[in-house]
């Protein structure tokens, strides 16, 4: 696939395919980590993410691909068998195509745009230091498109689990997807699941079911991250503020 974390699309044995990015990615071993993170907290919410799964990946097979390495500037780096993060396609490959980007006339089609409402509560909450990315398909071959958001490697600023926000992170490219925002009260619905659906539990069970090798073993980083985000909910109405008032207008129809 495309993309700084050179991810591998991957047929797997539950006849899904999955797009899988190795623990020796360019980017940073915590973007494993920060995916599944994001995955299980934007799943509670609501969002629409693909769904995502610990993929196990022989070291036979590994051997024998040509094509399972990174590629470095003036090298290649072989991967190594192993578990690592997968991210569903929406259905076949030969049968769904997959958009990253729709023109603004097509975008107003999307079924689900307005979950880039609450996807940009998401990313300012877990502080995205990437912009906002979403592929879009047509499921069966329907005539509406649907978007999934994806790519949330960079959520809590990739490997350095630090949160510096600023106004202008987590948005979307295209400000049409944000049309529906006509004040605070257009993300209440976002900001009220965040209170009410994340919680000491949730952290917990995320605590438990992340595989320790995509955060190094290190127990208490992962910790502190989660405690940081339960702590970080209150902080989303400012953050939001602030990205309204910057030159972008993200907001066009906010009174
Ligand atoms: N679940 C998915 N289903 C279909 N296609 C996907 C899925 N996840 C990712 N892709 C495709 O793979 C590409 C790379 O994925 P992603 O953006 O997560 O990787 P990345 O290496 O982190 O990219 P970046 O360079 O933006 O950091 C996407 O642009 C998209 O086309
Ligand atoms: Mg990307």
């Not at 999934?148 to 490219?173: T, V």
């Not at 605590?207 to 209150?234: C, G, I, K, M, V």
Request: some cysteine; glycine content about 6%; proline content about 6%.
């Amino acid at each position: 696939m495309r993309g700084g974390a050179q991810p591998q699309l991957m047929r797997c044995d539950d006849d899904g395919y999955y797009v899988v990015k190795f623990l020796e990615n360019p980017q940073h071993p915590r973007v494993l980590a920060n995916e599944w993170v994001a995955w299980q907290l934007a799943s509670k919410l609501g969002l629409p993410v693909p769904h995502a799964a610990r993929v196990e990946v022989p070291e036979a097979l590994v051997e024998r691909s040509e094509d399972l390495v990174i590629q470095l500037a003036r090298s290649r780096k072989k991967l190594r068998g192993g578990a690592y993060f997968g991210s569903r396609y929406p259905g076949h490959p030969a049968e769904t195509a997959v958009y990253d980007f729709l023109p603004d006339e097509l975008l107003a089609e999307v079924e689900n745009l307005e979950d880039f409402v609450g996807m940009l509560v998401f990313d300012k909450w877990t502080c995205n230091t990437n912009g906002r990315q979403a592929i879009f398909y047509r499921p069966h071959g329907g005539s509406r498109y649907q978007t999934l958001m994806i790519d949330q490697g960079f959520c809590f600023n990739a490997g350095e689990w630090d949160f510096p926000d600023a106004p202008l992170r987590g948005l979307y490219a295209r400000v049409r997807v944000y049309q529906s925002v006509t004040g605070m009260e257009s993300f209440e619905t976002w900001l009220h699941r965040l209170e009410r659906d994340i919680n000491e539990k949730v952290m917990d069970e995320i605590l438990s079911r992340t595989p320790p090798e995509w955060y190094n073993f290190d127990h208490a980083a992962l910790y502190q991250l989660l405690e940081r985000l339960l702590d970080r909910r209150r902080r989303v109405r400012d953050l939001l503020v602030a990205a309204k008032d910057t030159y972008r207008q993200p907001f066009p129809n906010w009174k």
